[in-house]
């Protein structure tokens, strides 16, 4: 069983820069597919960006391709998402998520494990 824990959101203006972190423990981290979704209020969870188990290939949403950067720390089981030029449309809750199999350009429903979700919040 894995566990996550994401921190790092917060209030950030427009244009503004914030790093989410998401540490992992109870499982072999290095093993897993890692991701970053999104659920806006009153809005379906959407995919943002996931990394391969060794780093080296990564997939982003077109909506944050070029803004956001999500990479992965397997000796400290951390995974971030660096989000720059943020924008008011980016405010949601941001989960990361665990996949035991498949690769970074599964759905959702194909992780195995979530965090407990992290606010940013994106105005002025």
């Known amino acids: 069983q894995v566990q996550l824990v994401e921190s790092g959101g917060g209030l950030v203006q427009p244009g503004g820069s914030l790093r989410l972190s998401c540490a992992a423990s109870?499982?072999?981290?290095?093993?897993?597919?890692l991701g970053w979704f999104r659920q806006a209020l009153g809005k379906e969870r959407d995919f943002v960006a996931a990394v391969s188990r060794s780093g080296t290939s990564t997939n982003y949403a077109d909506s944050v391709k070029g803004r956001f950067t999500i990479s992965r720390d397997n000796d400290k089981n951390t995974v971030y998402l660096q989000m720059n030029s943020l924008r008011p449309v980016d405010t949601a809750v941001y989960y990361c998520?665990?996949?035991?199999?498949?690769?970074?350009?599964?759905?959702?429903?194909?992780?195995?494990?979530w965090g407990q979700g992290t606010q940013v919040t994106v105005s002025s």
């Open positions: 109870g499982g072999a981290f290095g093993t897993y597919v």
């Open positions: 998520a665990a996949g035991r199999r498949g690769g970074i350009f599964d759905p959702d429903r194909l992780y195995d494990y």
